[in-house]
Structures are given as C-alpha cells and as structure tokens.
C-alpha cells in the first residue's frame, strides 16, 4: 500500500527566531559603506577627482558592501511583515513595503552610479573630468542618497511607527523615537551623508528589540 501523501498544504512556513540579525547585519553593512564613502569621497562638487585614483580601492569595497546590505534589508522586511502578523493593515504596509523598496532602489542606483565613476576614471581618465560629466553624476548620486534616499527612510520609519502604534507590536519609546528619527530625515535639508546614518540605525535598535522579543518567547508545540 503506497504511503499517504504528506499535506503540506496546512503546514505553515515559519521564520527562524534570529532573523531578526538581518536588520543589524545591514546596519553595519550599509553603515560601513557610508562612512567609508564620506571619508573617501570630498564633499566639494568642484574637486579635481583625484579620489578616483587615491582612494578607489576604498570606494570599491564600500560600494561591493551595497547589495549585500539591501539582502539583508529585504530580510529585515520581511521579520517586520512575520512581526506583525495578521494585525497587518493593508494601507499602511503598502506605505512600509513602497517606500521600503523605493529607498532600496535608489540606495542600489547611487552605487551603481559612483562605480560607473570609477570604471570611467579607469578607461578615460582625462576626458571624465574635462566633460563636466563628473560634477553632473556626483551631484545626481549626492541628492539621491542624500535627500530622496533619505525622505523614503523617514516614510519608511512612519509608516512601521504608525502600525506599531496601532497593534503595538512595538514598546511606545521605540515608536515615539521612530517618529522622531523619522522627522529628522524628513525634514533634514540633505546636505550631508552623516545625516543618513539615523536610518541604519534605527533599524539596529528594531532589529535588537526583535530579535531579543523572539529569543524571550516560549516555543509553542512540538
């Protein structure tokens, strides 16, 4: 007699308790890239580019640390999604997941442009600065990291903050401080990278509390 089909279909995939690590495995990893960056790269838009040639290893591995933390990011995405549950409002996390991804996106489209500075510098080294193309892209990758990047941070926060409020799946301090963060990012004029540095973080100290919340609670059932 054949042995009975296994019924998978009411088994339920369940998230390992230290997922939560993602979210501070990307705070370290992106973190990393942006203070390395800010200490390779001058903020003067009018340089000569000689960091090209002095400090492109540093940048190269800075950058080679970019999808790396948006895996883990996405990760730390969805540990929030199991954190939350069937309380999950649908308005709100389309607010979390599009602005989550947005700002994953452009995070990817900045690196990709600072290494295209690097492999242009390689190929043609005189032309990239004398073409005025060089000022062009440092300023494209500078507002996109620094103002649009960091604007989809703060809706980001936001809109887990006002979820966490409303199921509390989150201590009130940590929401209250997710507010204030947020504001800061929204309402910071985007002249710096330092100021970037809130988001990651944030999301450490979510990720802490998580992962330190998981490791607490009881297992249920065999």
Known sequence: MPDAPLALTNERLKTPRAAALAGILFALLYSGSIVIIRLSVPRDLADHGAWLRERA?????ALRLVPFA????????GVVRDRIGY???QFFSTVFYGSGLLFLAMTFVSAALAGGLLATQAAEAGRLIDSGLYTL???????????YAAKMAGVFMISLATIALR?????????????????GLLLSIGASLWVVLLFPAWVCVVSVYILVSNLRRRPVGP
């Open 57 to 61: 290893g540093s940048v190269t591995f």
């Open 87 to 89: 309380l999950e409002d």
């Open 137 to 147: 892209m440092r300023a494209v990758m500078l507002r996109i990291t620094s103002t």
């Open 70 to 77: 948006g895996i883990a990011f996405l990760w730390f995405m």
């Open 167 to 183: 199921t509390r799946v989150m201590p009130r301090w940590l929401t209250v401080g997710s507010y204030v963060v947020a504001l």
